[in-house]
Nanobody
Framework: QVQLVESGGGLVQAGGSLTLSCAAS????????VGWFRQAPGKEREFVAA????????YYADSVNSRFTISRDNAKNTVYLQLNSLKPEDTAVYYC??????????????WGQGTQVTVSS
């Protein structure tokens, strides 16, 4: 089992920045790829970004590419999502997820509870 806890969400004005953290416990975290997803009210959950277990490769949704950056520190069992140039349409609950396979999309085995990001115009 891998337990994931997100933090760092909050209220920010458009154009601002936030850093989300995903802290893991349980099995060897460095063996797992991690993805970030988000779900806005009334919408389906969507893929945001993913990072390989080693941190050597990262993938992004077109909607966030060049604005968001995913990174990880395996020594701290933590994955980060840096959100820059935020837009009101980025408002959503952000979830991190882990799996032994890197997936561009759903199918991750372990999920956190989510952290709310609200971007005001």
């Amino acid at each position: 089992q891998v337990q994931l806890v997100e933090s760092g969400g909050g209220l920010v004005q458009a154009g601002g920045s936030l850093t989300l953290s995903c802290a893991a416990s349980g099995r060897t975290f460095s063996n797992y790829a991690v993805g970030w997803f988000r779900q806005a009210p009334g919408k389906e959950r969507e893929f945001v970004a993913a990072i390989k277990w080693s941190g050597s490769r990262a993938y992004y949704a077109d909607s966030v590419n060049s604005r968001f950056t995913i990174s990880r520190d395996n020594a701290k069992n933590t994955v980060y999502l840096q959100l820059n140039s935020l837009k009101p349409e980025d408002t959503a609950v952000y979830y991190c997820a882990a799996d032994q396979l890197l997936r561009i999309g759903d199918g991750y085995s372990y999920w956190g509870q989510g952290t709310q990001v609200t971007v005001s115009s």
